[in-house]
């Protein structure tokens, strides 16, 4: 079927409410003839995931409802990979969505109790470690962007104990069925802002 209007989602990371940082990925994503809307949304980190998913989705159905598409792109940054990886397979939509995941812990860290110290919500779930994430439907095409070197994940979140964190293994927790692309050269928030603008391409 013919693609006549398409929805963008950038779903921020963690602890990032700035939507004006995002305004360049907007502004590339608008100059798609096809764009009906750029959505920048936010996430509330004090708030485990499977709330945070519930609001995300049912944001989802309301947008879908009053906007509809024929496609939807949805990019992840760091934990907002995490969030849409989570919540894919339950999205209520039957046309073509592409997800891509930028940077994202999508395996989380995998800290014992003893580590997790006063780490509380979102970043309370991530720090302990995530289950594997429902496989989407055929019409999900699912592509997770990786760093190798990641500082924000490693140095940022590890602190204290980056012995037991590789940026490679934080973030391996692939969707069944996806593909994985690994950027030597870009560590954490350059690769979003890179990758980004080449996918709008």
């Known amino acids: 079927t013919e693609i006549e209007k398409r929805g ?7 602890g990032d409410h700035n939507k004006f940082g995002w305004d360049a990925e907007k502004y590339y994503a608008e100059q798609d003839p096809k764009t009906e809307y750029v959505l920048i949304y936010d996430q509330d980190e004090s ?3 499977p709330e945070i998913s519930e609001k995300f989705l ?3 159905r309301t947008l879908l409802q009053e906007h509809p598409v024929d496609e939807l792109v949805i990019f992840g940054a760091s934990a907002g990979g995490v969030t849409s990886s989570y919540s894919i397979a339950k ?4 046309g073509p969505i592409a997800l891509h995941t930028l940077s994202s812990p999508l395996n989380g860290y995998g800290f014992p109790d003893a580590v997790l110290g006063d780490r509380s919500g979102y970043l309370r779930d991530i720090a302990r470690g995530l289950a594997r994430f429902e496989t989407p439907g055929d019409n999900v095409k699912v592509y997770h962007h ?3 070197t990641d500082t924000i994940l490693v140095n940022h979140y590890c602190k204290g104990v980056s012995f037991l964190c ?3 293994e934080i973030q391996n927790n692939n969707i069944a069925g996806s593909k994985e692309f690994f950027y030597a050269e870009y560590d954490h928030n350059p690769l979003m802002k890179f990758v980004i603008p080449k996918v709008l391409k």
């Not at 963008?8 to 963690?14: A, K, P, R, S, T």
């Not at 999205?91 to 039957?94: Q, V």
């Open 91 to 94: 999205l209520n939509f039957s």
């Open 58 to 60: 049912t944001d989802m």
């Open 47 to 49: 708030k485990h995931l």
């Open 146 to 148: 990786k760093t190798i």
């Open 166 to 168: 590789s940026a490679v």
């Open 8 to 14: 963008y989602v950038l779903l921020m990371g963690l």
